[in-house]
């Protein structure tokens, strides 16, 4: 580390040392584990052997992101109840992965989705497209984890810039990730879990004792029909009613009402705007007609984006054949709901809280706005209680950095795998040796880690949680459809699976890329100038805000899309179905105590040119 | 693995069985996700026609707040729990179905 002495001036101490110490702790044990991690079947599903409490801890660890911990609370603040379903439907996909697709994936005993995919269908083809999407999602959910690095460095580091945070932690975990593999992050990303859900909730509790608890502090804000107290609450900032302290709202902060009611800010801003654009007599009449109606529209799009798209991610859905057996899949899932729900009651606590205490925020861009407010609440305390507010806020940071560090671990793992098992080791080089194939999954390590450095540093002006909603949307047109469907419909067939999976995921790509680019040529900064010949894209967007809607969420139309593709595409080319399908199919349901399993990847034979 | 005796796997091959198998699983799994899409979806049609009832305080948060922000993962975790304990009995049933 060469960074220049200047920066550590205003560096707290706390902050620092917590976490300094959860990156050691990061390192160290991935060096400790490399030691373990000797086969290609360790590096790629850590031997098949991890256990229930393990893997639920270390599915949670992974899953739980930069998003998550900072983005959530951020969001919630920002926009209010609409923000909420975010943590709710992260947790709740796991429903869907339980219900459908958790015990059948991993009694079909692949290592990767594309390894899924081609055995599925007897098709090397549709290897290489599943290849192509496991990193097109993967690389859109690096981006947010890129950004909370990049957020959280700059924070314990006033003056550092934001792309030596992206720069330091992947390169970080590129490391780790290349020595131990898939054994060696398993037990990093469970002691993660466990990391920031203490982060999380010792502030939580100790913040709402000193300042109030969480229902209190929402009692503060106005519901809609509601009337202020005499001294209207939002001005004063002696206590109000409710005896929550409170301090004036900043004047780019959503009102009371619109902010704890649904359809709030987050669903009503393509109409607001759309609205603005009008001549200012129609407005009104505008509004009344659609902004309703289309938040509605919104909401769906997103629980359907968030809740399939949790079934459809490929670094999570890996994790699963890490398993001994499906009933294991199955109990794992279910505590992994358990324990990530557990995590999800808190960060919207802080939203709230920062509502109340911080307003100043709201008037921060980007790295400085409401996405550090889980970082910066603590310190609030350190008023009444000194040093003990630097303390939280260092277990808050210690948290973060657990939070992106796991999570991009995990994502490169699986792209990783799916670079080195699928394309060098099963297209490329098909007889490579064990050995070849261990040296083949550092070098990628190394090569998308560096991919991912470089796309983090482009994505500042967007919010995090935003940017892992679009990760999510790509996810549900694509893998969700794939796997429901080739898992529980005998009819299915290469080309069907292809054409919806590709038209699905392309769509939503496609309709992502286009929002992004609309909010990147707003961006006052650098980026703003690489995108503006885009901005003209935003006059569009004020002209047709249910097109933007559908843009910003495509979930609504692409998963059915990608679905009744999929089933006519299918029923076209019926001849095609594969020969044994009933053998198939019978490997995917049946329970392993019939002694139907065949690992479609033996270990043994992993190394002898399989 | 140990391979099954021919006897056995006979039954295990036949398309009755695979049928039975996915049809009494798929069964379990459409009937929990249904309950928990009526709640999930039906929480933003409350919230539309009837706001002023999702806005009734109870304790400080809003109705609505509470369901979604509280309730709502307690509730997914009985959904699982029942889940698995009926699949894994399903499972165990087919089992001794064969063996018989």
Same mark, same amino acid.
């Given at each position: 580390m060469n960074l220049p002495l200047a920066f550590f001036g205003g560096v707290d101490p706390w902050i620092f040392t917590f976490s300094f110490i959860t990156v050691a702790v990061t390192l160290w044990m991935g060096f400790r584990s490399a030691k373990s991690s000797k086969t290609a079947s360790d590096f790629f599903v850590a031997g098949r052997s991890v256990s229930v409490g393990w893997n639920a801890s270390a599915i949670s660890g992974e899953y739980l992101s930069a998003a998550s911990f900072m983005g959530v609370a951020g969001m919630v603040m920002s926009s209010? =109840? /609409?923000?909420l379903w975010y943590p709710v439907c992260y947790a709740c996909g796991y429903l869907f992965l339980l219900l459908f697709i958790a015990g059948p994936l991993r009694r079909f005993g692949a290592y990767t989705i594309p390894d899924f995919a081609e055995g599925r269908f007897d098709s090397p083809m549709f290897r290489k497209i599943a290849v192509c999407f496991v990193l097109f999602i993967g690389f859109f959910y690096t981006m947010p984890q890129m950004k909370g690095a990049g957020v959280t460095l700059a924070y314990i580091f006033p003056g550092l810039p934001y792309w030596v945070g992206v720069v330091l932690v992947g390169a970080v975990i590129t490391l780790n990730v290349a020595l131990g593999g898939m054994k060696g992050i398993t037990l990093v990303q469970a002691v993660q879990y466990w990391i920031k859900l203490f982060a999380i909730t010792v502030p939580v509790f100790v913040l709402m004792a000193v300042v109030g608890f969480y229902n209190g502090q929402i009692g503060a804000n106005l519901a809609p029909g509601e009337t202020a107290p005499a001294a209207s609450a939002a001005q004063a900032s002696a206590p109000s009613s409710t005896g929550i302290e409170r301090k004036p709202l900043v004047a780019k902060a959503p009102a009371d009402t619109a902010w704890i009611a649904p359809f709030g800010p987050l669903t009503t801003k393509a109409v607001n705007a759309a609205a603005a654009a009008l001549p200012a007599e129609q407005r009104a009449a505008f509004l009344a007609e659609h902004q309703k109606p289309y938040s509605l529209v919104y909401t769906y799009s997103l629980i359907i984006a968030l809740v399939c798209g949790t079934a459809g991610l490929p670094h999570i859905l890996v994790r699963? =054949?890490?398993?001994? /057996?499906g009933v294991a899949a199955k109990k794992t899932t279910m505590w992994v709901m358990i324990l990530i729900g557990v995590f999800y009651v808190f960060p919207p606590v802080f939203g709230v809280i920062g509502r109340n205490l911080m307003p100043e925020l709201y008037s921060g861009v980007g790295a400085k706005g409401t996405d550090k407010v889980v970082l910066e609440l603590p310190t609030l305390i350190s008023a009444k209680y000194g040093v003990v507010g630097s303390i939280l806020s260092g277990i808050t940071c210690a948290g973060a950095f657990a939070a992106f560090m796991s999570t991009f671990s995990g994502l490169l793992v699986s792209m990783t795998g799916a670079l080195a098992h699928d394309v060098y080791g099963r297209m490329l080089r098909p007889k490579s040796s064990s050995a070849e194939r261990m040296v083949a999954f550092k070098l990628s390590a190394i090569l998308i880690g560096g991919v991912a450095v470089t796309l983090g540093c482009f994505v500042e002006p967007l919010e995090i949680n935003f940017m892992v909603g679009q990760a999510f949307a790509i996810a549900a047109a694509s893998y969700f459809p794939l796997l429901f469907m080739s898992v529980w419909w005998r009819g299915m067939t290469m080309k069907g699976a292809a054409t919806g999976m590709l038209t699905g995921g392309l769509c939503a790509l496609g309709a992502a890329a286009l929002t992004n680019l609309g909010t990147l040529a707003l961006d006052k900064g650098p980026m703003g100038k690489i995108f503006a010949s885009f901005a003209p894209l935003n006059g569009f967007w004020a002209e047709h805000p249910l097109l933007r809607i559908l843009c910003e969420q495509p979930a609504i139309w692409s998963v059915p899309l990608a679905i009744t593709l999929m089933i006519v595409v299918s029923k076209a080319t019926a001849a095609q179905v594969p020969a044994d399908i009933r053998m198939k199919m019978l490997v995917l349901h049946a329970p392993e105590k019939l002694g139907l399993k065949q690992e479609y990847i033996q270990d043994h034979q992993a190394g002898a040119g399989h | 693995m140990s391979s099954p005796t021919p006897n056995h796997d006979d039954v295990v091959h036949s398309e009755p069985f695979l049928r039975s198998l996915m049809r009494r699983q798929l069964a379990l799994s459409i009937a929990c996700a249904a309950t928990f899409l009526v709640a999930l979806l039906g929480l933003p049609l409350l919230n539309y026609f009837a706001p002023a009832f999702m806005a009734t305080r109870v304790a400080g948060f809003t109705l609505s707040w509470l369901i979604l922000g509280v309730l709502f993962f307690p509730f997914v975790w009985i959904i699982s729990y029942i889940f698995i304990k009926r699949s894994l009995r399903l499972e165990e049933a087919e089992v001794q179905q064969l063996r018989r």
């Open positions: 209010g =109840y /609409d923000a699963f =054949y890490t398993n001994p /057996d | -």
